[in-house]
């Protein structure tokens, strides 16, 4: 990376009508578009195009080939009241596309003081992304959708226009959410859920066929979609009887896995 001090002939492609602060690093291939600000402490990767009328601010840190459209604010200090100016931080990975006029803030010192973005999501317009995120690789965030504080996003998960996310709330991988979702509870892996109050409507199966899974590793998910929503069981049996298919199911262990793990820790009770 370059350290940039102001002098923009130094970076690649940033516009002349762009401000740069000295502190911040831009690799060589960093492409910085009209009216656009980086602050100091921000660090862009290679190949990363930030759009005109872009903020770049806080302790950022930003991979390779990210694509930045216009009008984003990223980095900014937390929407959180008990925030007192501690030094935190914000990191998005590599092949991100960050459409208009989102909003991605830093963490708090009540979390790990860090919100983070993986790899390759797809974040569509006006989407918000609250302090002490932590969003996996792959994911899509439809249009108007708000990740309030602390939310959990797994894997490949999809969250539909216009839904918000309480809280805390964690959504497992490759779950999916409908349009103008209410997320008050945790939503397990693979489970396609809607409306408000939220209600569980069956499982991602094809999601699922699109990632490549098997027909066995679909018909094992199908199974723990039924054990706990369709057979009447408490959650406690339920838990148990998923953990179990393990023995007859052996292709579908790691998937099993997820749900196990997910179930355990579930902290706000899960979308019923």
């Known amino acids: 990376m370059h350290r940039a001090n102001g002098q923009v002939g130094r970076v690649a492609e940033v516009h002349p009508t762009a401000i740069v602060e000295a502190g911040a690093e831009l690799a060589a291939s960093v492409s910085i578009g009209a009216y656009a600000i980086v602050r100091e402490h921000v660090r862009i990767g290679e190949g990363t195009t930030i759009g005109p009328h872009c ?5 950022t840190t930003i991979g390779r080939d990210n694509r930045i459209s216009q009008f984003n604010s990223i980095g900014g200090v937390p929407q959180d009241k008990k925030y007192a100016g501690e030094d935190t931080a914000l990191e ?7 459409r208009e006029f989102c909003t991605i803030n830093t963490g708090t010192a009540q979390d790990v003081g860090t919100t983070r973005i993986g790899n390759d999501n797809w974040i569509m ?3 918000h992304i609250a302090h002490d995120c932590q969003v996996g690789s792959h994911t899509i965030i439809a249009g108007y959708a708000g990740l309030a504080g602390h939310v959990h996003l797994g894997d490949w998960a999809i969250v539909g ?3 918000g996310l309480h809280q ?6 490759h779950a999916m959410t409908g ?4 997320v008050s509870q945790d939503v397990p892996p693979y489970m396609m859920v809607d409306g408000n109050p939220l209600s569980v409507r069956g499982f991602n199966a094809e999601g699922l ?14 199974q723990m979609h039924r054990l706990l929503y369709r057979d009447g069981l408490s959650f406690e049996e339920a838990c148990d009887r998923i953990a179990a298919l393990a023995e007859s199911e052996p292709e579908s262990v790691a998937d099993i896995a ?3 793990d997910f179930l355990a820790s579930a902290m706000r009770g899960i979308a019923r």
């Open 179 to 182: 349009f103008q979702s209410h």
């Open 209 to 222: 066929r699109r990632r490549g899974f098997s027909a066995g590793r679909i018909a094992a998910v199908k």
């Open 92 to 98: 998005i990975g590599d092949r991100n596309t960050i």
């Open 55 to 59: 903020m770049l601010e806080g302790r």
């Open 258 to 260: 997820l749900m196990t």
């Open 125 to 127: 317009n006006s989407v």
């Open 161 to 163: 226009a216009q839904s």
């Open 168 to 173: 805390f709330v964690r959504m497992g991988a």
